[in-house]
Structures are given as structure tokens and as C-alpha cells.
């Protein structure tokens, strides 16, 4: 639809969104009855797409709360530097809230510039998405897999170094282009946010509720109290709970501290979130079927890609696991596509962490690197677009930015790939 038809998509994706999902829901209530379908929509609500949007708004409102005060002047040198920053960050706060602190001041640094799209295509490949790799903070996959018993730094330890690279090649082709364009602008326009006084932070509290925000992640993976509370046949464990109610709390902590004026420098918009929670509770309950059919393994309609996950004698291959996670991540949603595959591979996180060291780390490379592959691939990606196009960069349509997943990002995975999978 955004290619399609852009303008009547931009006034009524929530429409749109909202007519698809029914077109799930109508026949699957005709088909097996009003109970399960509401199963359904409870299981999806309380189990994955509540946790996840309340905290993508956790940190999203305490991100968008931090004014990086003065204005950059967008060079190659200094975007990379941010990209940088922002990918070391992204472990340790998320990709959305890394995402959130610094795309604004990249867009500000470059808003003179004739060229400046491909600066925010690659901030969304190495910020939103590769940076977030080594640590069950940095990614919701990651997050899912911590909750299923992987330890805290097994992801660390076995993807540093495809990461690095990734990094490393992904930033040099960044730098290549982007001095490439610089030079072939010249003379730059007059820019519309000329320097300030001082380069400072403004709005710092927020760095206390977003440390909370990282601290209830982490509490919710680690104290498991055992008490499950069940909503209509789906269970809720009461550190889910706690989780999901501290961070709506850390949300509202950071509206009420953040000083007047902060956001509006910022200008801080809801727009983002409103798109991202209009579009993905549609995408996480169509995908139930997909899922489902993907968990069904050898006895489901999907057998012929279940047998493509092991080799003729019978032992898992990693390379498939890389490629038809990182696939299915791209157009669904890497968090639920990781969930399906780790079940694929057995969902036994101390056998997966030992013996199966090779698959696990495959599935949650794919999950993470290739969901930089379109849009939709993760949450932060469509964020830092809507945040983006509002401050008047013209951004790739969703085949143009498939376009440069496709020439820059596809043929790094591959030497990736080549290497360590």
C-alpha cells in the first residue's frame, strides 16, 4: 500500500491495518468459534504485542525526553561517529531507545545537505538493528530468548565478532558513499538550524527512568517468584506483570520530570508510536497462522522448510537456520520469527546454548541482522522513518529502501555468513 497508494495509506493505515486484521479474525471465528478466537486475541495481546509496545513506548518516551543541545555539522566523519556511538549504545539501551536519543541530532547535523536519505538508511541498518546483537537489551529476539533461559551474555560471546565485522564493513561503505556525496555537493545551502552556544544535554533526568526501564528487563528475565496468574486460558507471570506496569509507570515518571520545553526542542511527536502500534498489533495477529504453521514443523504445511533446516544425516544446519530466520524476520517480525524458530530447533535453551551453540547462534544473527532488511522488519526501523519524513528527509519508498538492503546490506550477510555460519 505505501507503494501502491501512498497518500490514502498515510491518512489510513489504521484502517487499512484494521481491515486486514479482520480479514483474519471474521473467517477464523466462522471456522473454529467466538472462544477461540478470542484465545487467540488474548494469548497475542497479553503474551507479545502489550510487552512489546509498552516497552518500545518506555523508551521511546524517555529517549525522546534527552535534547542533545547544538548543532553538528554533518560529515562524514562525524555521522559515522555517531553510528558508532549509537551501535555501542543499542546493547546496553535498546535499539529503539539508542535509536531515539540520536537520530534527531543526526538529522539536525545533516538537514543542509542535498543528500541526506542514505544517511538515515544507514543509521537504521547500524543503530537499529546491528548494534543491538550482543546482549538480551539490545533487541526484543534477544529479549525473547533471554525469557526462554538463555544467559545473559551467551549472545555476546558468540556474536562479537560477526558483529564487529558487519559494523566495521557496513560503516566503511557508509563513509565511502557519504564522502562521495559530500564532495559532489559543493556549495551547501544555508541550514535551518544554525549553530547554538554550547553542545550539551538537556532533560539528563531521563536517564534515571530509563535506567529503571533497563533494570525491569532485566528483573523480569532473572526473579521467577512462580506465580502465573491466567487471563481466559493465557498464563501471566507476576514478573511479567510487575514489568509491564513499572514501565508504564517509568513512562509516565518521564512526562511528569522532563523540563518544559525539552520535548518541544525535540520536536517530540507521538506520530511514531501511533504507527507502530496501529501497524504491528495487525502484524502480530496475522502472522498467527504463519507462526503456528512454522511450530508444526515436519506435520505442517511448512515441512518442506522444516527439511531444509537439517542436512541428509539428520543434524541441523546453521546456515539454513541464518538464512530462513533472517528471511522470515524481514517481513514479519524478527521477535515472534526467533520465538518460532528456537522452537523449530527443540526451544531447550541448555541444549541450544551447548551442543547447539552453532543454530542458536544462527537463529538470532538472522533474527537481528536481516531484520534491517525492510521496513517492518523491526519496530525502531519504522520509527526512525515516520521520525525522519516529519523532519523532511525524503526517504526510499519501501521497494527503494528494500533496494538498498538489497545492493549494501545483502552482500555483507553473505561474506558474513561465509565466514561464521
Known amino acids: ?28 471465528g466462522l471456522s473454529f468459534g467466538a472462544g477461540a478466537t478470542g484465545g487467540v486475541l488474548v494469548h497475542t495481546l497479553v503474551e507479545e504485542y502489550l510487552p512489546f509496545t509498552i516497552l ?5 518516551t524517555t529517549a525522546g525526553g534527552i535534547y542533545i543541545r547544538g548543532n553538528l555539522h554533518g560529515s562524514p566523519a562525524l555521522n559515522a561517529g555517531l553510528m558508532a556511538l549509537g551501535a555501542v549504545l543499542a546493547s546496553f539501551m535498546g535499539t ?52 526462554q533461559g538463555v544467559s545473559f551474555l551467551w549472545t555476546a560471546g558468540h556474536l562479537w565478532a560477526p558483529t564487529l565485522f558487519l559494523l566495521a564493513a557496513l560503516l566503511a561503505v557508509f563513509c565511502a558513499i557519504d564522502a562521495w556525496l559530500y564532495r559532489r555537493e559543493g556549495v551547501i545551502r544555508a541550514d535551518p538550524t544554525p549553530d547554538m552556544p554550547t553542545l550539551g544535554i538537556e532533560g539528563s533526568i531521563n536517564l534515571l527512568p530509563l535506567a529503571v526501564a533497563v533494570g525491569l528487563v532485566l528483573m523480569s528475565g532473572t526473579w521467577k517468584p512462580g506465580v502465573v496468574l491466567d487471563l481466559w486460558g493465557t498464563p501471566l507471570p507476576l514478573q511479567a506483570l510487575v514489568r509491564d506496569l513499572g514501565l508504564i509507570a517509568v513512562t509516565a515518571a ?29 502484524i502480530f495477529l496475522t502472522m498467527v497462522p504463519v507462526i503456528a504453521m512454522l511450530k508444526a514443523g515436519p506435520a505442517g504445511v511448512f515441512a518442506p522448510l522444516a527439511a531444509l533446516l537439517t542436512g541428509a544425516d539428520g543434524q541441523p544446519l546453521p ?4 538464512w530462513l530466520t533472517g528471511g522470515l524476520s524481514s517481513v514479519l ?75 549494501v546490506l545483502l552482500p555483507v550477510l553473505l561474506v558474513m555468513a561465509w565466514i561464521w555460519i
Not at 4 to 28: C, D, E, M, N, Q
Not at 117 to 146: E, K, Q, R, W, Y
Not at 319 to 322: E, Q
Not at 397 to 405: A, E, V
Open 1 to 28: 500500500m505505501p507503494l501502491a497508494a501512498p497518500a490514502a495509506w498515510h491518512h489510513h493505515f489504521g484502517k487499512i491495518a484494521a481491515a486486514w486484521t479482520l480479514a483474519l479474525l471474521v473467517p477464523f
Open 56 to 60: 518500545l513506548c518506555a523508551l521511546y
Open 96 to 147: 529503539t531507545g539508542a535509536s531515539m536519543l540520536l537520530i534527531r541530532p543526526l538529522i539536525r547535523a545533516n538537514d543542509n545537505r542535498r543528500h541526506n536519505a542514505h544517511v538515515v538508511v544507514f543509521f537504521i541498518f547500524i543503530v537499529s538493528n546491528v548494534g543491538g546483537s550482543l546482549t538480551p537489551l539490545g533487541d526484543p529476539p534477544l529479549f525473547l530468548g533471554f525469557l
Open 254 to 282: 518521564s512526562l511528569w520530570l522532563t523540563p518544559a520545553g525539552v520535548r518541544e526542542k525535540n520536536r517530540f511527536s507521538w506520530a511514531p508510536m501511533e504507527e507502530v502500534a496501529k501497524l504491528f498489533i495487525a
Open 319 to 322: 546456515a539454513a537456520y541464518f
Open 333 to 407: 517480525d524478527n521477535a515472534p520469527t526467533y520465538l518460532a524458530f528456537f522452537n523449530l530447533a527443540g526451544g531447550n535453551a541448555q541444549q541450544l546454548m551447548g551442543e547447539g551453540a552453532a543454530v542458536l547462534a544462527a537463529i538470532s544473527g538472522g533474527a537481528v541482522f536481516m531484520g534491517a532488511m525492510t521496513y517492518i522488519g523491526n519496530a525502531p526501523n519504522f520509527m526512525v522513518k515516520a521520525i525522519a519524513e516529519e523532519r523532511g528527509v525524503k526517504m526510499p519508498s519501501f521497494g527503494g529502501y528494500l533496494l538498498w538492503s538489497g545492493a
